[in-house]
């Protein structure tokens, strides 16, 4: 009997351990349809999920570098010359045209990036440009000034073609120990401001135009072209020409040191000067090319590897478009001509002539 029942012991017994093997996979299974952590369901999904966030972070940055390109962006640094591998650097900045929007925005963003860019040592000037408005030609100076302040780093300028009136302006902004280069054929000098007018008054008489605005002063239509100055006229405005006349004689007297204020008064007749002339009054330290102007900054840094590196910026498709689109908005058309009536305090070397589409 014991014997007996130790075989129904022995029988039973495997039955219960089957019993209890089949249970746990019964629940795998139930976990399983579930999908929990680690299943092949998860699993799938969680690589389709990591697909779909690399596929949104390349097609975002698809689009950012799209628009990118298409919108032209900021400066950009350009190898000019030297050593590519070099470590310390100069840095040229183009000043050329008329000194006005957009080119005024353009220099001074150049300008912020030379001054956070440590491994530029110092700082040469190019400038190719007729002078342009008042305000712009004092910002870019102004900017020159705090650049100098805040980094200590040397300016010196490489006048080119010409750099006449608000173009010799901003070359001051080298400071009173920073050299000033012109090539021999560069144009310089026209020391003075000017606000362009023009007087139609008889023209009007004669076609029997008469034009009469509502105004709340007598001077709320000053520089009409269709009436002459009043000695009213002429007083205010000569009160606003002196100001920026005196601020650009103190800017030459403060920065080159061989010119006090009233040597400059005799140069500033609006003259413009050749190179020679300017080397003999003092408006110029040097003749000498660009290459030269690289060469003198290296020798007063002590620099004998340098790579010399310059900013250039180019507009996008969407601008260019852009542009094409709102030059045909009627309002915009209206803007533009209203804009052409706003008086215009120039540092420039021109006596404002009428755009040629005004004279066909």
Known sequence: MVSEDRSENETTTPLESSDTIQEPVVGADARERRGPAGSPVWRVFRWIAVVLLLGSLGGNWGQYRLWQATRGGGPQEVFHSGEDGATAKLAVIPVEGVIMSPLTDQVLSMIDLVQKDESVRGMVLAIDSPGGLVADSHQIYHRLEKYRMETGKPVMVSMSRIATSGGLYVAMGSGPTGRVFAEPTTWTGSIGVIIPRYDVSSLSDRFGVRVDPLKTGPLKDSLNPFRPLS??????????????????????????????????????????????????????????????????????????????????TRPGWIDLLLDQVESRDPERQLAKWLETGVPRGMYLSSWGTLPRTSLE
């Open 231 to 312: 000695d009213q006229d002429r007083t205010v405005w000569k009160a606003i020409l002196d100001d920026a006349f005196d601020r650009f004689i103190g800017v030459i007297a403060e920065n080159r040191s061989g010119l006090d204020e009233n040597r400059v008064r005799e140069l500033a007749t609006g003259q413009i000067y050749t190179a020679n002339q300017a080397l003999e009054h003092g408006l110029v330290d040097e003749i000498g090319y660009q290459e030269d102007v690289i060469e003198s900054l290296k020798s007063v840094l002590k620099l004998s590897r340098v790579r010399v590196v310059t900013y250039r």
